[in-house]
């Protein structure tokens, strides 16, 4: 939640900034700002809405300057106004601060500061922040960046910030605790900051992750200086950005989110290339090759995620069930995290996570580290929180996800995890040759067969223009496709503001049933398989109540074709990997359904991309 972004260097900051902002916007919407400092002073200039209404707001105004800090916001303390809005500023206004995170102890310290003669502006934890640093200046005669180090060892909770003064406008200060930080080394002495990698690719390749409780320091014509909290100077670690500048532009669709729906035969492909050889009946996931014995003997594993990739912890348990014969279960990271956990020996700990900085699965993973636990992640973005934090882990590698509805990363993560549980079940040897060599020809066809599928997306529109004034719909499926249900139903609901529920199709008849009436759309898996006659059974439930059916089918159905108001047909695939084809035109349908709806698709309401708050 929120993006922060800064740069100081030759160039002028406030472009850079600026465009930086417009990438991470997917991480909070709700108000966008920047400081600058300049000959005129520190100038700090601030809207509510979207970086766009914060562009049009600083039209004719000063945005000359070559050192900046901008904002854009996910509210958490207080409304999403101008007031609120970062970044914030000291009481002298010297000193501009910007936040992502949550400062828990904020409501002690705003006490504090006000006995010493504080006034506030904002409801906002990061204004106490700010006033925190100049108290301490103020009272202790230190440096800005002194003053930082000391207010960040008085803080509980969550931070990544950038400070700038008005003191020493050549130098920016960054300090992150459990939200993400990433500084970007350019070619001429100049540097930028960021929540992510984003903002920074077009400018360098080269980057440091800040860890937990470090603080960087970058200033003209002495660079980047690395500290802990503590005050021992520290070694950047200079990493190479693998990002493609490509990735995260729209490259002529309408939203990001259909562009991304569309990138998934070469997204699953990307996540199998090197994992996967049919000729030689070989799978394998590179990263977490030392980890293959533990895994085969563990006695449970346990996945914690939140969201979409919980629909896809929930495939996981069905195919390592099935192939591992080891026990699974799913936790929902949030929930995980305050109960007091059994973990044992032997229990493996995954977590599943695109952003790799979701607050609940990485507390979840700490607590599962502290009991003693081996934990595992699967994660998109390179380089986040969880994939440093994890004993080990295998990257989906599905490329930048910017839609905030979760598409590609929800099939690449699937896909390691049918990889996971196929080179287990091998090593364990729970999985014959036959039923193996089945599942691993029919992964590598999966790319072309989800391409086949995308084909259909003139005809699921059509579906959708019949559905998109519903005000409720149903999503049912059973066995592996139960969890797509789901899926489909959290797409439905989070960009086109539907209500929406998924259900296993047997569980209908135990309450929903009651629902269901001549305008409520159910979306339906019926895929040939183990489950096709029950569910058969379950459409002609819904249909004798005057439901709306939409089934999809395997290619070439019949039965149910004869039954349902509408079928989409998906290509005929080995069981275990109908999640991969079946939650394709669910996407399709919610993005239709939102567009037609006249929804912000890529940036639903309320939402944020990545949630790095409890
Ligand atoms: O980055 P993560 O995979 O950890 O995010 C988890 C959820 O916040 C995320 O999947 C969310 O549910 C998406 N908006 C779903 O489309």
């Excluded at 006000?114 to 202790?140: C, M, N, P, Y």
Aim: hydrophobic share 40%.
């Amino acid at each position: 939640m929120c993006g922060i972004v800064a740069y100081i260097g030759e160039e002028q900051a406030f472009p850079i900034v600026l465009k930086g902002l417009k990438r991470l916007e997917y991480r909070g919407y709700d108000s966008a700002g920047i400081a600058l400092i300049n000959k005129e002073g520190l100038l700090n200039y601030k809207h509510k809405g979207k970086v766009s209404e914060l562009e049009k707001h600083t039209d004719k105004k000063n945005i000359d300057g070559t050192i900046g800090i901008g904002h854009t916001r996910w509210a958490t303390h207080g409304l999403p106004n101008d007031v609120n809005a970062h970044p914030h500023l000291s009481g002298n206004e010297n000193i501009a601060l910007i936040h992502n995170g949550i400062i828990e102890n904020y409501d002690t310290l705003k006490e504090g500061l006000i006995a010493r003669g504080h006034t506030f502006k904002s409801e906002t934890d990061t204004e106490v922040l700010v006033h925190l640093v100049e108290d301490i200046q103020e009272h202790e005669k230190v440096s800005t960046a002194e003053a930082v180090r000391l207010a960040l060892n008085n803080v509980i909770g969550a931070y990544a910030i950038v400070v700038m003064s008005k003191d020493n406008p050549n130098q920016l200060i960054a300090a992150r605790k459990s939200s993400p930080l990433v500084v970007g080394i350019g070619k001429e002495g100049d540097f930028y900051l960021a929540s992510d990698a984003t903002p920074i690719v077009e400018y360098t390749n080269e980057v440091v992750y800040l860890e937990d409780e470090e603080i960087a320091i970058v200033e003209r014509n002495k660079g980047l200086r690395l500290y802990n909290i503590q005050n021992q100077e520290k070694t950047p670690y200079i990493q190479e950005l693998e990002m493609q500048l490509e990735a995260l532009e729209k490259g002529g669709y309408e939203h990001f989110m259909l562009k991304e729906i569309h990138e998934q035969p070469r997204s699953i492909k990307d996540c199998f290339r090197g994992r996967l050889n049919v000729n030689k009946g070989w799978v394998g996931l590179g990263g977490i090759k030392d980890y293959e014995q533990q895994l085969a003997t563990a006695k449970r594993i346990i996945f914690v995620a939140c969201g979409t990739s919980w629909h896809a912890a929930l495939v996981g348990e069905y195919l390592f069930e099935d192939l591992t014969r080891i026990p699974v279960e799913v936790e929902y990271a949030s929930e995980f995290r305050y109960r007091n956990p059994i973990i044992g020996e032997g229990d493996i700990v995954i977590a599943i996570s695109q952003s790799g900085e979701t607050a609940d699965t990485l507390a979840a993973l700490e607590l599962a580290k502290a009991k003693g636990a081996t934990i595992l992640g699967i994660c998109n973005v390179v380089g986040s929180s969880i994939s440093r934090i994890t004993h080990a882990g295998s990257y989906t590698h599905a490329g930048p996800e910017i839609g905030v509805a979760s598409t590609k990363a929800f099939t690449a993560q699937v896909t390691v995890l049918t990889i996971m549980a196929l080179a287990i079940a091998r090593k364990k040897g729970t999985l014959n040759e036959a039923k193996f060599r089945r599942i691993i020809t029919e992964l590598e066809l999966i790319p072309e067969k989800v391409a086949k599928v995308l084909e259909s997306s003139d005809y699921i529109e059509s579906i959708s223009e019949i559905y998109k004034d519903a005000a409720n719909a149903l999503y049912l499926g059973r066995g592996n496709s139960f969890p797509v249900a789901l899926e489909g139903a959290l797409k439905l609901k989070e960009i086109s503001y539907i209500h929406a529920e998924g259900y296993p199709a047997a569980e209908m008849k135990h309450g929903p049933i009651a629902l269901i009436d001549e305008a409520m759309p159910v979306f339906v898996i019926a895929t040939k398989g183990q489950s096709y006659e029950k569910v058969v059974s379950n459409i002609q439930e819904v249909k004798a109540r005057k439901g709306k059916v939409i089934a999809i089918v395997t290619e070439g159905d019949k039965q149910v074709k004869a039954m349902a108001d509408h079928v989409i047909e998906i290509p005929d695939t080995d069981e275990h990997l109908v999640p991969l084809l079946a939650t394709i035109p669910f996407q399709l349908l919610s993005y239709y359904i939102a567009v037609m709806r006249g929804c912000n698709v890529d940036q639903p309401r309320n939402l944020a991309k990545s949630v790095t708050v409890e």
